[in-house]
């Protein structure tokens, strides 16, 4: 098993930078990749970004540009640095990780998901 745990959420105004963490504790040695997702109120849930074992880097068309994944494999801890907020960037943001290696931009890959934390920004 593992766990995850994000933080960093908050409320910030348009164009405001944010850095997310995640930290992973339990059997994290078998981990393939982990991503960044998110979830809007009376929406589905979203892919950000994602980041493979050998650092390779997947990012939706939505925050291209604007976001940066990337961790400390020594702190067990993924970032989500995401910059220029915008309004429709309000969601509750989750780290997942996965141990297979599938599409790491689809949800159904990951096994273990973090609690998530809310990100609001005010316009």
């Known amino acids: 098993q593992v766990q995850l745990v994000e933080s960093g959420g908050g409320l910030v105004q348009t164009g405001d930078s944010l850095r997310l963490s995640c930290t992973a504790s339990?059997?994290?040695?078998?981990?393939?990749?982990m991503g960044w997702f998110r979830q809007a109120p009376g929406k589905e849930r979203e892919f950000i970004a994602s980041?493979?074992?050998?650092?390779?880097?997947y990012y939706a068309d939505s925050v291209k540009g604007r976001a940066t994944i990337s961790r400390d494999i020594a702190k067990r801890t993924l970032f989500l640095q995401m910059n220029s907020l915008k309004a429709e960037d309000t969601a509750v943001y989750y780290c997942?990780?996965?141990?297979?290696?599938?599409?790491?931009?689809?949800?159904?890959?990951?096994?273990?998901w973090g609690q998530g934390t809310q990100v609001t920004v005010s316009s």
């Open positions: 339990g059997r994290t040695s078998g981990t393939v990749y």
């Open positions: 980041i493979t074992w050998n650092d390779r880097t």
């Open positions: 997942a990780a996965s141990a297979r290696y599938v599409d790491p931009t689809t949800g159904s890959s990951y096994d273990y």
